[in-house]
């Protein structure tokens, strides 16, 4: 991003823009630029707060009043606008805003790129300008991996490691860190939990103030640039989890915002969340528009991420969303869908492709809202790619259950790939599922403690062999025990113990594994990609499938049990015939398993199984996943001869 060297404060065509809801770079021209104009050098401030009475820029230089250095208001716009000479980069500063009613507040820049260290509450000057980025091979090379590869390593920054006594690490250490974690981990992806500064801790990021702040717990702007730029040349794609649905209520921040509601609603029906007290953004003002959709373009031209995770889309288009009757009110044709909301969400995800077609646009939508994922010119929302929340929960609450209840609740095994191609599903298992008193992955599992390890790798491996991407939040790959405590890191002390090292094993072998197997990713998204063997065996709660590519013979045969009991002789139909060859064992001792059950290859024999025309038989471990590959026969030397002859 380039300085300014222009007398112009703000174009009529981008007042225009603005207003419109398309001046998609907004960035450029709201907040604290640098500048030379009339041949001095300087900062220009621009500030959109159309009820406000007087707007004046405080700072430390001027003990935090503004009234002597007010900003001139642009004719017809609500544009509030100064240069001033002289203010360098760095500068602390705020808005002190008159409203209509009279009172005066201090409220930070909605544009600034840095603000203070938590709790303090400044804006600060910055330049983006300077980084020099060694990303272009990436960038040239990357697509959206509907028939590629695509396993997510979910992160919360501060805690997944930090330093002794609890100190964060900065984006640049965490370059040296977490990147050569993710590699040797067989990873493709990390998504990052919300970096938009936030004033509480606790809020996980989630309830923004500065929602073109990089976050200062973890260091500068370039660091954050340094940190991307790092993955990138590891071969790794970064995503950012985005909030567009709602912001905190902090004195400093959006609500309010010159003196009215601006950012918000003015209906308190439409603007409340009360399950999570704070303030819906107004999808129906142009210039709300204008901010949210430059701000998820921002964050892939200034900082390069990949894609973003929008959080919370359930809330943004059900005007019912977590409220009780009397909490909210029907849209003007009586229904419950917040028809601003939806408008927003298509003309994001436009915008987004239009500039980034290779873009990752994933909605967490927790309903059966329909064609999340479609076109928007067949009635869809334009995501690329949404959250699985009914596999996860499906699967999570089967996990749950002890092993004499599972019969019971097949299932919830089964149902999940009715729906499994109505959308483009990324399959989660995420930080909302190990927090608040769920228990982590591993603790979910019945059974003693080996029995919780054989059942975590068993969840794993499900998840793995599923169609549709895959999501891990950090901890489960080595079987953190104790729920995520959101304060502190991950317990990697526990890798001193040999159960959890060997979970940490299994779940890099098991990702290099899914990369190795284009039958685990290739047709994700087609009907072609899977096929069901044996869904209805659920007295002993074992079920087996087959997943497939676009080669007959990359197809691989999953047989899974979900018991703590082993199954003997336990045959199993096949499509073709042939010797089929166990190349991956959840129960290998290697793992932290048995592995005493297994037979390593399996010769078919002609007897018609499960609408198959021939079957294997097999010793099934307890908790345990296996995935088998017919063998290719290989042409004999003589037989090639006659081959070349002909």
């Known amino acids: 991003m380039s300085e300014r060297s222009s007398k112009q404060a ?273 999808f129906s003002k142009p210039e709300v528009r204008s901010f949210l959709i430059s701000n998820a373009l921002y964050w892939m031209d200034v900082y390069h991420f990949d894609g973003l995770r929008v959080d919370a889309v359930t809330s943004m288009i059900r005007l019912d969303f977590e409220k009780q009757a009397g909490q909210y009110r029907l849209n003007d044709q009586g229904g419950i869908e917040n028809v601003e909301a939806i408008s927003f969400l298509r003309q994001l995800n436009r915008t987004v492709f239009q500039y980034y077609p290779h873009a990752l646009m994933m909605a967490e939508e927790s309903s059966a809202w329909p064609l999340v994922t479609a076109p928007i010119e067949d009635g869809g929302l334009g995501f690329n790619y949404k959250w699985n929340m009914g596999w996860m929960n499906d699967t999570l609450e089967y ?6 209840q599972r019969p019971s609740y097949h299932n919830l095994l089964t149902f999940p790939i009715c729906y499994a191609y109505s959308e483009n599903f990324i399959l989660p298992l995420s930080h909302d599922e190990v927090v608040h008193g769920k228990k982590s992955l591993l603790d979910k599992n019945p059974g003693s403690y080996e029995e919780k390890f054989a059942g975590l790798r068993l969840l794993r491996g499900y998840q793995l062999t599923s169609p549709g991407k895959k999501l891990q939040f950090m901890g489960g790959e080595f079987g953190q025990y104790i729920e995520w405590k959101d304060q502190d890191q991950l317990d990697w002390f526990l890798l001193d113990y040999d159960s959890h090292r060997c979970m940490l094993e299994y779940t890099a072998a098991l990702n290099k594994l899914y990369l190795q197997e284009r039958a685990l990713w290739e047709l994700d998204h087609s009907f072609d990609g899977y096929q069901w063997i044996n869904p209805h065996d659920a007295a002993q709660s074992v079920i087996c499938y087959l997943r497939k590519g676009k080669k007959a013979g990359d197809t691989l045969l999953v047989i899974i049990n979900f018991q703590a009991v082993p199954r003997t002789d336990y045959r199993v139909g096949v499509p073709k015939p042939g010797e089929y060859t166990l190349i991956f064992n959840s129960d290998d001792p290697a793992f932290g398993g048995n592995g005493t059950m297994i037979r390593t290859n399996l010769a078919s024999v002609k007897i018609p199984w499960q609408e198959q025309s021939h079957s294997v038989v097999m010793d099934i471990a307890p908790l345990s996943m296996t995935i088998w590959k017919k063998t290719l026969k290989r042409q004999t030397a003589s037989a090639k001869r006659r081959t070349k002859k002909k």
């Open 399 to 404: 996990v749950e259950k002890h092993f004499q």
């Open 10 to 282: 703000i174009s009529a065509s981008d007042i225009y823009l603005f207003h419109e809801g398309t001046l998609y770079r907004s960035y450029f021209t709201f907040g604290a630029h640098r500048a030379v104009e009339d041949g001095r050098t300087g900062v220009r401030f621009t500030v959109w707060a159309p009820h406000a009475i007087r707007v004046g820029l405080a700072s430390d230089w001027n003990e935090w009043s503004g009234q002597n250095d007010l900003l001139y208001k642009i004719p017809d716009s609500g544009i509030w606008t100064r240069f001033f000479p002289g203010v360098e980069e760095g500068t602390f500063y705020k808005y002190e805003i008159t409203g209509p009613d009279g009172d005066t507040f201090l409220k930070a820049d909605p544009y600034a790129f840095h603000a203070e260290v938590r709790p303090a509450t400044a804006s600060i000057v910055r330049s983006l300008s300077g980084y020099k980025w060694n990303d272009g091979k990436w960038r040239s090379k990357n697509r959206v991996p509907f028939q590629r590869p695509l396993n997510i390593y979910e992160v919360h920054f501060g805690t997944w490691r930090q330093k002794p006594g609890g100190d964060f690490f900065t984006y640049r250490e965490m370059a040296d860190e977490l990147i050569p974690y993710v590699v040797d981990m067989g990873y493709t992806h990390i998504e990052i939990m919300p970096l938009a500064e936030h004033p509480y801790d606790l809020s996980w990021g989630y309830q923004a103030t500065g929602y073109f702040a990089p976050t200062s717990r973890y260091g500068e702007p370039e660091d954050l640039m340094y940190f991307v730029d790092r993955c990138h040349q590891a071969d790794i794609g970064v995503l950012l989890d985005w909030v567009p649905g709602h912001f905190t209520k902090d004195a400093h921040g959006l609500r309010m915002f010159d003196g009215t509601p601006l950012y918000e609603y003015g209906d308190p029906l439409m603007a409340e969340k009360p399950g999570w007290g704070t303030l819906s953004f107004d």
